[in-house]
């Protein structure tokens, strides 16, 4: 198991603490005029979710967390489980509800994913950057609306709500960051 120093853990770095994986969300290394330097980091617990900050002295090292990113195709849900395969092997491996997250209302079928595995079981699944989604319900534009008249909201395939620009219209097909969740353009047929 690799171990990282203080001044190793950066931004990205994943490591155990009281036996549960962690990645460090930022890191700030810190040399007082007095005293011993110090690494302070916020670090995001890859099981719940929650943050939390901690220092280690430039002395003190921390277990590297045996996690490992994959690249998988979601395949289909069954109501409890998100199915997903390894296109190399054919291996396929089932996430749970707190795995997924917002993940969800994203995905339709055959999208790449990057899943974070811990001891071989699904914790974080990540959606591509954009998908591109058909609207199923929105109201409907009127005429006279433009580009930069403001929004509304539009209900698209897999059940997620955007904010559309209002000449937008049931049937089109958009792509959508799913980072922050924003309509980012119409996709041309």
Known sequence: MATYGANDLRVGVKIIIDGDPYVVVESDFVKPGKGQAFTRCRVRNLKSGRTVEKTWKSNESAEGADVEDRDLEYLYTDGEFWHFMDNG???????????????????????????????????VVTPPNFVELKITQTDPGVRGDTATGGTKP????????????????????????????????????
Request: proline share 3%; aromatic share 8%; net charge negative.
């Open 89 to 123: 092997n054919f291996e396929q491996l089932s996430a749970g509800e707190a795995a997924m997250a917002d993940a969800v209302k994203w995905l339709k079928g055959n999208e790449k994913c990057i899943v974070t595995l811990w001891n071989g079981v699904p914790l």
């Open 154 to 189: 539009a209900t698209l395939e897999t059940g997620a709500v955007v904010k559309v620009p209002l000449y937008m219209e049931e049937g089109e097909i958009l792509k959508i960051d799913t980072r922050t969740g924003e309509y980012v353009s119409r996709v041309k047929a």
